[in-house]
Each structure stands twice: as structure tokens, then as C-alpha cells.
Nanobody
Framework: QVQLVESGGGLVQAGGSLRLSCAASGRTFSTDAMGWFRQPPGKEREFVAGIKWSGGGTYYGDYVKGRFTISGDNAENTVYLHMNSLKPEDTAVYYC????????????WGRGTQVTVSS
């Protein structure tokens, strides 16, 4: 099993910035990528950003491109989400997830951290 713990959420004004962190522990060697997802109030969970441990390739959801940046420290098993130019529609619970190397699915999830952007 892989355990994930998010931190760094909070309340910020529109146009502001936040950095989320996710620390992974346990069988992290069985994962090949990590990602951030979010669930806005009353909506489905959606993909935000991902990073592959091998090669460090990153990918983003269309609505955060140019504003959010994902980065990771493989040695520390930690991934970050740097969020700039935040908008009220970015308000959501943000979840960290780890992709299992064998299944190819995001099988491991953190409990989430609330991000609220005020207008």
C-alpha cells in the first residue's frame, strides 16, 4: 500500500497563489507517476496535473495550463502543486494520487485538502 498526505490548502483571494504538497510513504516503488485531482462543490472529480517519475514528464488539465505547475522530488517521494492566478472556480477539494505501475491506474489517494478562492 501507498499512503498519501496532502497539505497546504486554505483560503486565498482571487489572483493569489498557493502551494500544495503531497508526501508519499509505503510501497512507493510500485508507483510510476503522481497526480493532482480536484472536486469542486457539487461537481465530479477532475484531473488537474500529473508527473511521471521516470523522465519527469508533466501534463495538465486544460483549465489550469499556464497557471498551475506540478513538480516532484522522487528521492523524497513528495509532489507539489504550485497554483498561481487563482480563480474562484478553482475552489475545490484537491486530492493527491499515485499511479500503480502495474495497473496503470491511480489506485492510491490522499484524503484531500480544501482550497477556497474568494472573489
Amino acid at each position: 500500500q501507498v499512503q498519501l498526505v496532502e497539505s497546504g490548502g486554505g483560503l486565498v483571494q482571487a489572483g493569489g497563489s498557493l502551494r500544495l504538497s503531497c508526501a508519499a510513504s509505503g510501497r512507493t516503488f510500485s508507483t510510476d507517476a503522481m497526480g493532482w485531482f480536484r472536486q469542486p462543490p457539487g461537481k465530479e472529480r477532475e484531473f488537474v496535473a500529473g508527473i511521471k517519475w521516470s523522465g519527469g514528464g508533466t501534463y495538465y488539465g486544460d483549465y489550469v495550463k499556464g497557471r498551475f505547475t506540478i513538480s516532484g522530488d522522487n528521492a523524497e517521494n513528495t509532489v507539489y502543486l504550485h497554483m498561481n492566478s487563482l480563480k474562484p472556480e478553482d475552489t475545490a477539494v484537491y486530492y493527491c494520487a499515485a499511479r500503480d505501475y502495474f495497473s496503470g491506474e491511480y489506485d492510491y489517494w490522499g484524503r484531500g485538502t480544501q482550497v477556497t478562492v474568494s472573489s
